[in-house]
């Protein structure tokens, strides 16, 4: 269905109809080979979507192997703006056989390869009412708060572990939504957010029973991460996250059992806070392993965070000062070296900056042992909590979720018990070794891996991650993840896990360093917008 | 905060950088004399975003004035992709305050004015959970319906008239939304659909109390039109039509009085059915004039309307056959030419396509009289329905509607009876000349009058349209508008105004006349799409 574009004044470049035509029609038929050919190669070639923008023909063309087709739709308009003999934007306006309009615009450029896009913006109108990986319900609001109050006008997005009035609990996995019945009241930690004035916009997903940290949800899809174009959200508060992300939400309402609010924290670039084990009510809140679950939030500034956990602690004890800040000595961490090189330049910044740095980084032990003693007293305990219903419910749950569950189900009380005793042990040693301290370190042992990555790598991310985020798990300390560092391009945060009942001196201390440490990556921030970085020309 | 672009290999188009970064620094100061004198003059200047391409400087510049500025943002990243000495494309990723991310293509040429934007392409992840505009609330689903039924897999989008349990009705005013309890059960006519296999995606927009055919709401906003850039989206079921316009539901359930499901369908390119008067329950329903109030059903392709009807009427006896076509003498409808000339061609094919079309038009009688009567009785009812509630609520209706109620507090019980008895005569008129007819007329008197379009011109088109929306009303006929019609490019609803207990009998006639006039139109639409129209180069 190819034809003449015909200008007045100028004639039309050569053959550019003809190639608009032929990448249309391999997008209908998904002709993934075609249409890599139609782009141009080399490491200059764009291409965005709502999901972000992707640089470089590979990226691109890995992007589209892995979706897998396009909607159908027709091209109703096209516009032709000629550039030069051999360039020229061609503009088309779609409309989606299911509904909806589009709008696809296209730099073609002529090499001796022929007509190539040298860079595309494809745009659409929302496909449904809402983004299905990121929200269950939501509305305007969902549940409106107290008129009046200190969080009046903020808006919250409620993982779907807690109770929300009117609903039943999903907690990420289809079936088990189904047996539930509609809650009768809401959560505590619901309640008052709603009795300081904030609302509730809707109920965000979770990675299925919370027990994941990728953020990918097998039945309803992976949120997308603002921060990182094709990285996954961060698991398993990932709706919360993204919702605050998007500026969907204010502040995402969230737990934290081995990493969940602080791992989509650090993916994303938001300011995260896990309490301080027990000091939040958990009533209303579907379980994981009560031993490390706690509740916490999500937010773009650590002013909004702050004002959300003074709400939310109200009713638990505050001990005044964090305490002296030292760094976790991460010799067992085996973080990769960008991050550890990220990490270290804040450290190294910070008594500069006046801040009182223990020169002495604190043993915490071997990370790899505190997370294998973690893991099996976390898996045992969400065995207890959730096996008989995976057991009754074959197929219910994804690949990744099932195989953690088969796991847990077969730990032993007796590999528990040790496990137990070694979590016991390592709280005491750390406790001893870091009294008095607010311990630093990366929040996770990456910035967020790509979305599309195969399991094993997303699974060994998780393993590297956890040996971090469990320091907060075994000692029930409270912890912040600050989006203070950056690690090729990517956020990724910085930790600070302070003293049991130090969650709104420790949120204070991170807001204090962030402050600190922002102005230099502002600057680099504005020498990024202001100018260019030097671009090759396409062949 | 200009700065230097550098390219590897080429020289910077000289200018450029400064010419960009002054755009933006006049987009963040809201300067529209700026941003205007920065895009290119003339009719082929395009901007294009989520509400559609805007073609011509002079539509740009009418959207920026009407704006009232661009969200706060932060441009992360810039990628220059040279043209020629120029022109380029500049491609900016933005991070906005409040959250989200997104992405602005401009193709910037130089002239003898300097560098200016030849094109522009807008996108950005949404600001909210939902549109709402669009929806009150909405999930995934919000209701689900039976596994099975004929229905299975259809969602639908509920005007925010019908009771959905759990949930109050608002009618698009905040204010009555707040003194409404839950509704305890669903109303029958969204049970019904339900119970066919289909579920509810969620509660839509309306006109404030339905009482207007714009579809712009003071205090929600107004829906996009996807058929129809810049264009209003009708109503007063606004809601429901631009979700199903846009592929987040595939059946709107809602009603019409005056037109309701008729104009929205006609401004939006929907097919859309009024059934005949108390043929579908209206438990459940918040009235606006019962002597007029009908269930109705929009959808984007009319097999889809057919089974919901199907559904819907299941208790409502029909008639077989819909009898032979006429069209309605339009001597006092004052319909501009455009539409009368697209309404008489699509007329005038009927015959040859085989279709009986009685050869005597049929004169209904003046339909300026029509519509004073049936506007006098309709207001009369819609006081006696909300007049209470109104004057207890002063401030709680916007402009129009409060001044539409106000007039019907005005109406004295012997000019709302001498109506009456005009509209009694009128009916019994109408059906003695139109037995056995179906009655063909436009659905509206226009295509989608601009958005930004001052309240009298709106209202103007209102008193035009309801001229011909009236004969339904006046007969309790069930009326189809088809998205038959194409005037200036835009989409209008050919009108079906069939017997009563005729309504499905009626849809099946209309969808039998669509299908002989559409392939004409796919031919040009074809044609548009394979042949870009001549484009003059920007000076």
């Not at 929200?135 to 109050?149: I, S």
């Not at 590297?464 to 798990?473: E, H």
């Not at 990556?521 to 260019?532: C, D, F, K, N, V």
Request: glycine share 12%.
């Amino acid at each position: 269905m190819s034809g003449a574009a015909t200008f007045e004044g100028d004639p039309a470049p050569a053959g550019l109809t003809e190639a608009f035509w032929a990448y249309e029609a391999a997008l209908m038929a998904d002709d993934v080979g075609a249409l890599d050919r139609l782009f141009a190669p080399g490491p200059e070639t764009l291409r965005g979507d709502a999901s972000g923008l992707l640089v470089g023909h590979d990226r691109i063309a890995a992007f589209r192997a892995a979706r897998g087709g396009a909607p159908r739709r027709t091209i109703t308009q096209v516009h032709v703006r000629r550039a030069a003999d051999d360039a020229a934007l061609v503009v088309a306006v779609t409309r989606n056989d299911a509904g909806g309009v589009g709008q696809q615009t296209q730099l073609w450029r002529r090499s001796a390869a022929g007509w190539q896009v040298a860079a595309a913006h494809v745009s659409h109108t929302p496909s449904g009412a809402l983004d299905p990986s990121v929200w269950r319900v939501a509305g305007t609001p969902l549940v409106a708060g107290r008129p009046d109050g200190p969080l009046r006008g903020r808006s919250v997005a409620v993982k779907d572990l807690f109770a929300v009035a009117g609903h039943a609990i999903g907690a990420g996995v289809p079936s088990f939504l189904t047996g539930r019945t509609v809650e009768p009241a809401h959560a505590p930690a619901v309640q008052a957010l709603l009795d300081a004035g904030a609302s509730v916009v809707g109920i965000a997903r979770t990675d299925e029973l919370a027990y994941s940290v990728a953020g990918r949800n097998p039945h309803y899809g992976t949120p997308v991460n603002p921060a990182v174009p094709g990285g996954l959200p961060g698991g398993s508060s990932n709706g919360p996250a993204t919702a605050v992300a998007l500026g969907q939400a204010d502040v995402g309402l969230a737990t934290d059992t081995a990493g969940s609010i602080r791992v989509p924290a650090s993916y994303q670039g938001l300011w995260g806070l896990r309490t301080t084990h027990g000091a939040v009510p958990r009533d209303g809140l579907v379980p994981l392993a009560p031993r490390y679950d706690t509740v916490g939030w999500l937010a773009r500034d650590a002013a909004t965070l702050l004002d959300v956990a003074c709400v939310g602690l109200a009713g638990a004890p505050q001990r005044a000062g964090a305490g002296r800040l030292a760094v976790v000595d991460l010799w067992s961490a085996g973080l990769e070296e960008p991050v550890a090189a990220a990490f270290r330049d804040a450290v190294a910044a910070l008594g500069p900056a006046g801040f009182d740095v223990d020169p002495v980084a604190v043993d915490v032990g071997d990370l790899g042992e505190l997370y294998e003693a973690f893991r099996v007293t976390q898996a045992f305990e969400a065995w207890q909590q959730h096996g008989a219903w995976v057991e009754a419910h074959p197929g219910a749950l994804g690949t990744e979720v099932a195989a953690r569950f088969a796991a847990a189900s077969r730990v032993t009380a007796d590999e528990a018990a040790a496990a137990d005793r070694a979590v016991t042990e390592a709280c005491d040693r750390i406790e001893d070794r870091a009294a008095g301290r607010v311990l630093l370190l990366p929040s996770t042992s990456s910035p967020a891996p790509d979305a599309a990555a195969p399991s094993a790598v997303v699974e060994a991310s998780r393993a590297a991650t956890l040996r971090l985020t469990c320091v907060a798990g075994i000692t029930g300390r409270p912890a912040v993840s600050a989006p203070v560092l950056t690690v090729d391009g990517a956020p990724v945060g910085l930790g600070l896990v302070g003293a049991r009942d130090g969650d709104l001196a420790t949120l204070a201390l991170a807001r204090q360093v962030a402050a600190a440490l922002r102005p230099a990556r502002r600057e680099e921030a504005t020498e990024e917008t202001t100018s260019p970085r030097p671009e090759r020309m396409g062949a």
